[in-house]
């Protein structure tokens, strides 16, 4: 269980990170900040470690440097952050909390702790994951582990077409880091990476929903997301679908937040993760573009150091493109020009989409009530627009993948779209709870003041 201590060590870096170099300790309210920096953290932590030791322990074949300059790193910066005070709590004269919100939050806590023992009981029983899990991502994570100088068959063409050696590496590449540091390649470490980034989307949601729309909405839309079976069917697979829904979610949260340098880390990460990070990346910079100009610049800065070296692994080293493309541009061509390909897709789409939910309950029934409760805030329309054009671009831009595949069309639709869906869902949660009116602004869930009844006074 040692490899479980570099899980832990991977976010501490990270958390520490974010207390240094962001100023998300000092946003309003204080817990929301704590929320943001711990999400940001972990995720970011695993991303930062997971490319150190890929270019440190893995390309220049030196895992020792690599840990060296992790342990360092946290001493420096656990050492940096003792000596900084914490900032003072602004006192502001605004409205009071709900009433509701410590019931609320209890809610999510026990939403949590129900998800957590239903994981717990899938591990037990399949602790090495999905198919994709052992075939894919922790395969790779233990040639990368190997002390023998065996790592560039993490990305050989030997492991053949199913083990897709072209896909990028950071979740491996964390994995096997931890395996490599603690000389023993237990399966808790990619069951603990799995719920990291889980907890991590989470932490994010809420954090990021309460700055920008009060601590009602915050919660609630966290609640939502942990309450989306889809959701929670994918982290015990221990796949890198929620890990990119992590990073893309973000991304966004800090594009709302106006933190563009933080926006660019996390879509480097995200091309770092998954072939479809890729287009989140392409997506994240058109968007911001279009819609904070001004922020484009240090969306770039971010994103180039890890996007860089996704491309150097794609181009360099694994030289190996997106299988499930068309490898012609006729052929290419021809099948966006094929309409009865269009009909299919559209309706795996449908299906896979009330697919989400489980008997009566869908996770975009709590979304529905709450619009028609409290209704939609104009004010918030390009905030709103923003966070639904990424997510419905990249939706599009997994059609048009079906449209030019050149594997069985069926087969791609039954074996991913529903994890594509999971990683665009959080996308789609934020943009629903950013467009609606706050609960103290509804006047719903806040206490109606009782007029005073004057006692007429005795003769």
Not at 58 to 70: C, D, K
Not at 144 to 172: C, D, E, K, Q
Not at 176 to 203: D, E, K, M
Not at 275 to 302: H, K, S, W, Y
Request: aromatic share 10%.
């Amino acid at each position: 269980m040692t490899g479980l201590i570099w899980v832990l060590e991977a976010v501490v870096l990270g958390c520490l990170m974010g207390y240094r170099w962001t100023d998300l300790r000092a946003v309003q309210p204080a817990w929301a900040g704590w929320l943001l920096i711990f999400g940001a953290g972990t995720a970011g932590g695993i991303g930062v470690t997971s490319c150190l030791f890929f270019v440190s322990g893995v390309l220049l074949g030196s895992p020792v440097a690599a840990l060296a300059l992790e342990l360092a790193a946290v001493a420096w910066l656990g050492y940096e952050a003792l000596r900084r005070p914490l900032p003072q709590p602004q006192t502001t004269g605004g409205t009071p909390p709900p009433v509701a919100l410590p019931w609320i939050a209890g809610g999510l806590l026990l939403a949590l702790g129900i998800a957590t023992a239903a994981m717990a009981i899938a591990w037990d029983l399949n602790p090495h994951g999905n198919w994709d899990a052992w075939a894919i991502w922790n395969l790779r994570a233990r040639f990368l582990a190997s002390p023998n100088g065996m790592a560039w068959r993490a990305w050989s063409p030997a492991l053949g077409a199913t083990s897709h050696p072209g896909y990028p590496l950071l979740v491996s590449a964390f994995i096997g880091r931890c395996w490599a540091f603690s000389h023993n390649a237990t399966q808790a470490v990619p069951l603990a990476t799995s719920y990291a980034f889980f907890i991590s989307l989470i932490a994010l949601a809420a954090g990021g929903l309460t700055v920008l729309r009060g601590p009602t909405l915050g919660i609630l839309g966290a609640l939502v997301l942990v309450a989306t079976p889809a959701l929670l069917h994918e982290v015990p697979t221990q796949y890198a679908d929620v890990p990119l829904a992590s990073y893309l979610a973000g991304a966004m949260v800090f594009a709302l937040l106006d933190r563009p340098m933080l926006v660019g880390i996390f879509a480097g990460f995200a091309a770092w993760t998954k072939d479809e990070g890729l287009l989140v990346l392409i997506v994240l910079l058109v968007a911001t573009a279009v819609f904070q100009r001004r922020a484009i610049v240090p969306v770039v800065a971010g994103a180039l150091p890890v996007a860089l070296l996704a491309a150097s692994f794609k181009l360099l080293l694994s030289r190996g493109g997106a299988p499930q493309l068309s490898t012609n541009l006729p052929a290419a061509g021809h099948q966006l020009a094929d309409v009865s390909r269009l009909g299919p897709i559209v309706a795996a789409f449908g299906r896979e989409f009330v697919g989400m939910g489980t008997a009566w309950y869908h996770p975009v029934l709590p979304l529905l009530l709450l619009a028609i409760a409290l209704r939609f805030d104009r004010e918030r329309w390009r905030e709103a627009a923003f966070c639904g054009a990424v997510a419905v671009t990249i939706l599009l831009g997994f059609v048009g993948v079906y449209l030019v595949t050149a594997n069985d069309l069926s087969w791609m639709l039954q074996t991913s779209l529903n994890r594509l869906l999971v990683q665009v869902w959080p996308a789609l949660v934020l943009a629903g709870f950013i467009s609606l009116r706050t609960p103290e602004g509804a006047a719903i869930f806040t206490p109606v003041p009782q007029p005073k009844v004057r006692r007429k006074a005795r003769a």
